[in-house]
């Protein structure tokens, strides 16, 4: 056999492993991709949807893994039981007032339940930081959160609890009795019963504390 036949030989069996490599490698990536996505998927919940709906699948994804990365090695600690009492006494008279003074109560909602993160030993000095401590601990409470929050926003911006429905102003007030109970780390918290229960604000002692 001509020498320049073994040379072409030679050549399409390099090129022939050349592509079987190249498609292994194809293979691998997309599967990772896809092990990336449905991990994210399982971490994120409704947040992955969100987020992904908003930036697009990659840069997305990219948003949620630095989520990750942020918070990964925050070292959070459990509250003392005297602590927790201390702020659900907080937290009741907060429930209390919204019944005169929605507006406010509200606002305090909002310095609470940020004062419990941060106790807690998460970051949460800016919106942004909460938003991405919600995303990670409660993810199905991430999007209440962003209502919620602009509800408080819409009334501490200078507008008055009227120009906020009341029943928007009810509901952001259980998204933030949700998250508080979310992480002053209650045992008998149900947190989906909490935000999708009929919105009804009762005193302390009137049955929901």
Same mark, same amino acid.
């Given at each position: 056999?001509?020498?320049?036949?073994?040379?072409?030989i030679?050549?399409?069996?390099?090129?022939?492993?050349?592509l079987?490599?190249?498609?292994?490698?194809?293979?691998?990536r997309?599967?990772g991709?896809?092990?990336r996505t449905l991990?994210l998927?399982e971490?994120?919940?409704?947040?992955?949807?969100?987020v992904?709906? *908003?930036?697009?699948?990659?840069?997305? !994804?990219?948003?949620?893994? !630095?989520?990750?990365?942020?918070?990964d090695?925050v070292d959070?600690t459990?509250?003392?039981?005297?602590?927790?009492?201390e702020?659900?006494g907080h937290?009741h008279?907060v429930?209390y007032?919204?019944? *005169?003074?929605?507006?406010?109560?509200?606002? !305090?909602?909002?310095?609470?339940v940020?004062?419990?993160?941060r106790?807690?030993g998460?970051p949460a000095?800016s919106y942004?930081?909460?938003?991405d401590?919600?995303?990670?601990?409660?993810p199905d409470?991430?999007g209440?959160?962003r !209502?919620?929050?602009?509800?408080?926003?819409?009334?501490?911006?200078?507008g008055r609890?009227?120009?906020v429905?009341t029943?928007?102003l009810?509901?952001?007030?259980?998204?933030y009795r949700?998250?508080?109970?979310v992480?002053l780390d209650?045992? *008998?918290?149900?947190?989906?019963?909490?935000?999708?229960?009929?919105?009804?604000?009762?005193p302390?002692?009137g049955? *929901?504390?």
């Open positions: 056999m001509e020498w320049w036949i073994w040379l072409v030679g050549g399409a069996v390099v090129v022939a492993a050349a079987v490599l190249l498609s292994f490698r194809w293979r691998a997309r599967r991709r896809a092990e991990r998927r971490r994120f919940g409704p947040e992955y949807d969100a992904v709906s *908003d930036r697009g699948r990659r840069k997305g !994804e990219r948003v949620l893994e !630095e989520r990750l990365e942020r918070l090695g959070v459990r509250l003392p039981p005297r602590e927790r009492e702020l659900t937290w008279a429930q007032r919204f019944v *005169d003074a929605p507006g406010a109560a509200l606002r !305090e909602a909002d310095v609470l940020t004062e419990v993160v106790r807690r998460y000095d942004d930081e909460r938003v401590v919600v995303a990670m601990a409660c409470l991430a209440p959160y !209502e919620a929050h602009d509800r408080f926003v819409a009334v501490e911006g200078g609890p009227g120009d429905a029943e928007d009810r509901r952001a007030l259980l998204t949700a998250l508080f109970e992480f209650r045992p *008998d918290s149900d947190v989906s019963a909490r935000v999708d229960e009929p919105a009804r604000i009762a302390p002692g049955g *929901d504390g």
